[in-house]
């Protein structure tokens, strides 16, 4: 799950709540994010030191991972503050950025909009720059399907390409570096670099590599591993030019989205944004961002239905502002309109969890009423289970090893040859006792006995479960089959007591000799 | 020998009435020996004693050096020399090694020297080693009648406390100077001969231990799978055919309506075979599940990325067993509309790291309800009911996400010992995406929960790492001695905790 960090007075200046520390785990706990850590308890802060709060944030809830967002999204849901409206607001001269045919090669889409007239500080700069970060990790796949490059918009001039060119016609000085690079030197440069080290690989063997560029051909950026230090963003800086490129189009605008939705509080307009053209090769021209305005058609029929709870159309329309929903009644259904914030909600099924969320999870009333079925054990389990308790009841005890092992475990060292048609090998395994699936249960026993050398003797050992066959005739290519094993270890090998136990079990099974 | 020990105190309470001290009586003996005749002597109610325990000091290795060579401090003072010259700290330490800086210490605490630059020089003209000459008491005696003499001298480690035991004995009830045999056992001989009647029987000891029962036992996790069999099974759950370890991408992902670009299903966190490697087939309605992937369907919009045959074919081990409840409910489909309840225990792996709680493979715990009247309100009721029988009866439930159930909930349990709440397990509606792409008609809702069974089974015979447990390194002695599990009962630390917390109050 990600995690952010949250200066704690800021938020609760923002939310006019000074909460106790329980008061807002609960709030937490509600609306389904988790306290991790309030820094403000573990002792004494430092002087000039602020609490910070440590919070959990559901992996597929973008819009909760920066301050800006989780702030408004936690004002929303407590009715201090209505759901923006995010707009974009035309322009008379666009700003355009095209696209060159050479992209397709390496990364084909590039997206961009505008925000006006910003006003930055430290922490606004900071919490852009997090933002960035966390949206890099998790949505765009460690930067591989999106990745994003912001500038500082007084800095270039448009209109704007996207090319892809050989890294030595690519020079510029990246961000926060003096030397003129191509871009050879460039990959060269960042092996050593802990944090962009892990993107090379994107781009690092493609013939051409993606760059942005300005009308006066000045690099703004080299997806997805740097921007240009002449373009970067300062606590100065004005007007924001955002470019992000990508090899997913369903992400790259989800990220867009969140970007703008996220920072556009700061313009002088707050929640506008001023859109950007991407013309394609194939001469398509398409407007960005689409700050998507869909819609999912729902009832209260269904919601209530789903959460368990009996609601009137009006009221789950309230409920669902709570959650930044903006809905209407539409005869008998609800409209609920998305906003560009939650390109988690798929369907319906996401408005019911909402809902139940704005409701409350633990208001909900208990009532069961699902139809009594009727219960049955696995046949073979209850087959496995009659040999386990024979066994036990025969004074042997029982052992539960792991499936995993090495190869020689089940190989060599059991004098056996491997035909290569038998066990079922993993790939990449982080230590050598992950490397097949067992085919042998005897391996496990033995070395239980090998860590209970200690134990007074005789040892008896038993272990009912399964392992795992290669079989190329079934879809899933391999099959589990139970075993049953048992080991008798002491200072005669004693040959007529392992006999006798299957003897006893045989006969628990009705088998006759 | 001890018969004749007990005799000879028997005869000294005769005597002399009462023993004072066995220590001083009995000098030469053992004091376990005493201890053993006296308490033969007890159960036969023919003497009744009382324990007396007294101190004395021994010197210890470093008080014998002392003892002999004289204190550090006095060693020291003797090495430097009378006059103003006085000595240096280095060649003192060459001479005495690192007892240089312990006596030299003590000699500036006593007064006895002073430091002039580098040099340590006399103070006085000559001292007397009372550390030396405490030693000697106690070596004597046994203790020294100062007692902030012993106090120093046991700072210092020079001294050792060791305790006494002595006893003083009295006549007992049935007293008399004769020693009878006793019999330890009836046996069938003293019945048939008749010796029975003229025996005199030793009491049975019921402080002592039996004999161990040798037998044979269950392992404490098959135990506490055991139980929670018994809870499905009482609320009218199926067991679904989990022995397939070995999974595709498909029904372990896909068929869940997790995206292919899931970080779950990277190299990191999920198994993946190099043979065989593929899947041969993917099932036949495989096409309704790539559609709803890249396209939407059944009132989604999607995942709206480009779904890959071959990664879906791409064969793992499974990372839970919501693999096979997507074969069920998959099977459940091709007939007529019934409702059914499904659950299994079994393993599953996952290729993260390994700690105290955490191994490859563990076995995940998972139960699934499929009903038309199936809602949120209804699976909490369900969970109220299912965890209560096992002794868990404050259950409160938090949003999250899993990609394949919506909505979602976090399962939260009041542990009143700790006097925190504790997560333990997760559930969910699974998503109309999956459920519907598998067959299941419009209106059929399925809920599903799960845990491990490892953690509950750790916190319930507080075992801390996980390799006590599960695996080959665990001690047959531990499994041996494991109590049963009663999941609705508290157990040892849990107990004990609870009791804790209650005295509290």
Request: hydrophobic share 40%.
């Amino acid at each position: 799950m990600p995690k952010i960090n949250i200066d704690k007075k800021d938020l609760f200046d923002y939310l006019d709540n000074q909460f106790d520390t329980e008061a807002f785990r609960e709030l937490c706990f509600e609306f389904g994010i988790e306290l991790e850590e309030d820094s403000s308890e573990k002792g004494e802060l430092a002087p000039g030191e602020r609490a910070e709060l440590k919070i959990d944030i559901p992996a597929n809830r973008y819009d909760l991972l920066c301050f800006e967002g989780l702030s408004r999204a936690l004002g929303v849901f407590l009715r201090r503050e209505d759901t923006p409206n995010y707009r974009v607001v035309p322009a008379k001269n666009p700003y355009r950025i095209t696209v060159a045919k050479e992209c397709a090669q390496v990364r084909p889409l590039v997206v961009g909009a505008v925000l006006r007239n910003v006003k930055l500080n430290a922490d606004r700069y900071k919490s852009f720059i997090d933002l960035q970060d966390k949206l890099h990790a998790n949505l765009c796949s460690q930067r591989e399907l999106v990745s994003i490059g912001t500038h500082d918009l007084d800095t270039v001039q448009g209109p704007f390409t996207y090319e892809a060119r050989r890294p030595e016609d690519i020079k510029f000085v990246p961000l926060n570096q003096t030397e003129l690079m191509d871009g050879r030197r460039v990959i060269e440069f960042y092996e050593s670099d802990q944090a962009i080290k892990h993107f090379l690989h994107i781009i690092r063997e493609s013939p051409v590599y993606p760059v942005v560029y300005d009308a006066k051909g000045r690099v703004m950026s080299l997806p997805p591993l740097i921007n240009s230090e002449h373009s970067k963003i300062t606590l100065d800086t004005r007007n924001i030019f955002i470019e992000i490129t990508a090899t997913d189009l369903t992400k790259v605008n989800m990220v867009l989205n969140i970007m703008v939705t996220m920072f556009s509080g700061y313009c002088a307009e707050p929640f506008t944004v001023e859109p950007v053209e991407v013309v394609y090769p194939d001469g398509k021209t398409i407007v960005y961002p689409d700050l998507e305005q869909r819609e999912v058609l729902t009832s209260s029929a269904y919601l209530n239905g789903i959460v368990g709870i009996k609601k009137t159309d009006a009221e789950i329309v309230e409920l669902l502002r709570k959650m930044s929903l903006d809905a209407v009644v539409d005869g008998s259904s609800i409209r609920v309109k998305l906003p560009a914030t939650r390109p988690d909600i798929l369907q319906e099924c996401d408005i019911a969890e909402d809902l139940a969320i704005a409701y409350g999870y633990n208001r909900i009333p208990r009532v069961q009423n699902n139809e009594a079925t009727v219960g049955a054990p696995l046949p073979l389990n209850k087959l496995a289970d009659i040999v386990r308790r024979e066994m036990a009841l025969a004074g042997w005890t029982e052992a539960l090893t792991l499936s995993l092992c090495a190869h020689d475990e089940n190989f060599a060292f059991m004098r056996r040859v491997d035909a290569g048609d038998e066990a079922v090998v993993l790939d990449n395994p982080a230590t050598a006792e992950n490397q097949i699936c067992r085919t042998l249960m005897l391996p496990g026993l033995l070395k239980t006995v090998r860590e209970n050398r200690e134990q007074p003797i005789p040892i008896k050992v038993f272990e009912v479960s399964d392992v795992v066959f290669k079989n190329p005739a079934l879809e899933r290519g391999a099959q589990n089959e139970r075993h049953a094993c048992a080991l008798y270890a002491s200072d005669e090998a004693r040959f007529e007591v392992i006999q006798g136990l299957l003897d006893t079990v045989m006969e628990s099974l009705n088998v006759s000799h | 020998m001890s018969e004749d020990l007990k005799l000879t105190i028997l005869k000294r309470l005769d005597s002399d009435g009462l023993i004072e001290s066995t220590r001083v009586a009995f000098k030469d003996v053992p004091e376990e020996t005493v201890l053993g005749a006296l308490k033969s002597l007890e159960s036969q109610e023919k003497v009744s004693y009382k324990t007396l325990t007294t101190e004395f000091w021994t010197i210890e290795p470093e008080g014998k050096d002392q003892l002999e060579n004289g204190s550090y401090e006095a060693r020291i003072f003797a090495a430097v020399p009378a006059g103003s010259q006085g000595v240096s700290m280095k060649d003192l330490e060459a001479q005495f090694g690192k007892v240089a800086k312990l006596g030299q210490g003590k000699c500036m605490a006593e007064k006895w020297l002073k430091k002039d630059g580098d040099m340590l020089v006399r103070l006085v003209d000559s001292v007397v080693d009372q550390v030396k000459a405490n030693l000697e008491v106690v070596n004597a005696e046994g203790m020294h009648p100062d007692p902030s003499v012993i106090k120093d001298l046991k700072r210092r480690k020079l001294i050792k406390a060791n305790k006494i035991l002595s006893y003083a004995v009295k006549k007992g009830a049935d007293f008399s100077t004769e020693l009878k045999k006793q019999a330890t056992d009836l046996t069938l001989e003293m019945l048939q001969s008749g010796a029975w009647k003229s025996s005199e029987f030793k009491k049975f000891n019921f402080d002592s231990l039996g004999v161990n029962a040798a037998g044979g036992h269950l392992h404490p996790l098959m135990k506490v799978r055991e139980e929670f069999r018994q809870v499905f099974f009482e609320t009218g759950f199926e067991e679904m055919p989990t022995n397939n370890f070995v999974e595709s991408s498909f029904w372990n992902f896909d068929a869940l309506f997790v995206p292919q670009q899931h970080p779950a299903r990277k190299l990191q966190d999920t198994f993946f075979l190099i043979d065989p490697v593929h899947a041969n087939a993917l099932p036949d309605f495989w096409e309704r599940v790539k559609d709803v992937h890249e396209k939407g369907g059944y009132g989604s919009i999607g995942y709206r990325y480009n779904w890959s045959e071959e990664e879906a074919k791409t064969l793992v081990l499974r990372t839970h067993t919501t693999a096979i409840t997507a074969h069920m409910l998959h099977k459940l489909a091709q007939g007529p509309y019934r409702p059914a309840k499904y659950f299994s225990i079994d393993r599953v792996y996952r290729n993260e790291a390994v700690d105290a709680t955490h191994l490859a493979e563990f076995h995940q715990v998972e139960g699934v309800i499929a009903d038309k009247n199936m809602s949120l309100g209804s699976l909490i009721a369900f969970l109220d009911m299912f965890f209560k029988k096992m002794g868990m009866s404050n259950l409160r439930f938090k949003p999250t996400y899993n990609p394949y159930t919506e909505p979602s909930m976090e399962i939260f349990s009041y542990h009143e010992g700790l006097g925190r709440w504790l997560e333990i397990g997760n559930s969910g509606m699974f998503r109309p995406e999956m459920l519907r792409s598998l067959g299941l008609e419009e209106g059929v809702q399925v809920a599903g929960f799960g845990l491990s069974l490892e953690r509950p089974t750790m916190f319930k015979y507080s075992i801390n790492n996980i390799r006590e447990l599960v695996g080959h390194k665990v001690k047959l002695s531990d499994i041996a001695a494991n109590p049963a599990c009663r999941l609705d009962k508290k157990m040892g630390r849990e107990a004990e905790q609870q009791s804790a917390a209650v005295n509290k109050i």
